[in-house]
């Protein structure tokens, strides 16, 4: 089988989410978020592999030894290193699972396997044995098990295998979607509206609001200050940015609510192109540029550089490689940011 089993990539994406966690509050306390170019050099690395581990959609893994030297150099809350070093051992046990087998090397039962010898594992083939005038011949080999009755076994083997397959996978989803079903009628909401919170919602736009963390935040604080709102960009959807984001709307006539919904993304995102390129606008479309896997530099300059990922991301996703960041393509990069965080 080739790719990493269910419980490979999950380790592997909880451990790139903790990681670009530790990234994305490394700004706190008045010190400046380094970014992936400075970071990358003092761990030694290139900018495009930090890139990667950084990055919950990709099937990259980071070393323990990296994921250390993040955790220091960020200087990551120290009761975190024992669950990344943890979800580090596992990504690479599974990654080890998954390696081929060294060229030249039968499996045990394949058509090519040998009996072991009685010397153990390691020794040469049998001797021939003399014969001579007053020997005997060797006795014949074992007659082999018909072709048909092996064929049979395996068919059968392979048959029942998959038949408790299908009875554990079923199982399994009709267990968790009970738990969960059972948990939203309890204490939370309808099991439809968790299922939509992971994600976009139905107009396409995510929704932001008090307690988000991290890039549901960030693209709210940066666009609120290319508007001139004095808000800290902090990663942290707070009482200030709640008040700023109700005198945004009041101020356009929206429903002064504090929440970043559809109508109030398509006043608060900037169209930025060649001619018109706010610093901090650009600054929302670079970070979120990144953060989606789009290797981009945060610099508030609108580079030729930046363009060039801004066309590299709308081909991906196949929308008109404009190097414009209209209102589609901030869609599309505000729903390509993956799970938010909400505290």
């Known amino acids: 089988m080739t790719g990493p089993t269910a419980p490979d990539r999950d380790a ?7 990681l670009r966690t530790w990234w994305e509050l490394s700004a706190r306390e008045g010190r400046p978020k380094p970014t992936q170019q400075s970071l990358a050099s003092r761990l030694g690395i290139d900018q495009t592999t930090l890139s990667r581990y950084l990055n919950p959609r990709h099937p990259s893994t980071a070393p323990l030894r990296t994921v250390e030297l993040l955790h220091t150099v960020l200087r990551a809350p120290a009761a975190d290193l024992p669950r990344a070093r943890a979800l580090a051992e596992a990504a ?14 039968a499996p045990a039962d394949g058509p090519h396997a040998t009996a072991a010898s009685p010397q153990g594992p390691s020794a040469g083939p049998p001797s021939p044995v003399p014969v001579s005038a007053s020997s005997h011949l060797p006795a014949p080999p074992p007659a082999p098990v018909p072709a048909a009755r092996v064929t049979r076994r395996t068919a059968a083997a392979r048959a029942a295998l998959a038949f408790l397959g299908v009875l554990t996978l079923g199982g399994g989803i009709g267990l968790g979607w009970g738990a969960l079903a059972h948990r939203a009628g309890q204490d939370g909401p309808p099991v439809a509206a968790v299922a939509a919170s ?5 107009s396409g ?10 890039w549901k935040a960030r693209a709210v604080q940066y666009l609120l200050r290319a508007h001139g709102h004095a808000v800290e960009a902090d990663g942290d959807f707070g009482v200030r940015t709640a008040a700023a984001v ?6 356009h006539g929206l429903l002064a609510d504090g929440k970043v919904g559809a109508r109030t993304w398509s ?3 900037i169209r930025i192109d060649s001619q018109h390129a706010p610093q901090q606008a650009v600054v929302a479309l670079q970070y979120l540029l990144d953060n989606s896997g789009t290797a981009t530099d945060i610099t508030g300059i609108f580079t030729p550089s930046t363009t060039r990922s801004l066309e590299t991301f709308q081909r991906d996703r196949a929308l008109p490689a404009t ?16 799970p938010g965080i909400h505290r």
């Open 323 to 338: 190097g414009v960041a209209d209102r589609d393509t901030w869609r599309a990069l505000l729903t390509s940011q993956g």
């Open 246 to 251: 109700k005198k945004f709307q009041a101020a």
């Open 198 to 202: 992971a994600g976009a919602t139905a």
């Open 12 to 18: 592997v994406r909880a451990l790139a989410e903790l």
């Open 92 to 105: 690479a046990a599974g990654a080890a699972r998954k390696s081929p087998r060294p060229s030249g090397t």
């Open 205 to 214: 736009w995510p929704l932001a609001r008090k307690g988000d963390l991290l």
């Open 267 to 269: 006043h608060l995102i």
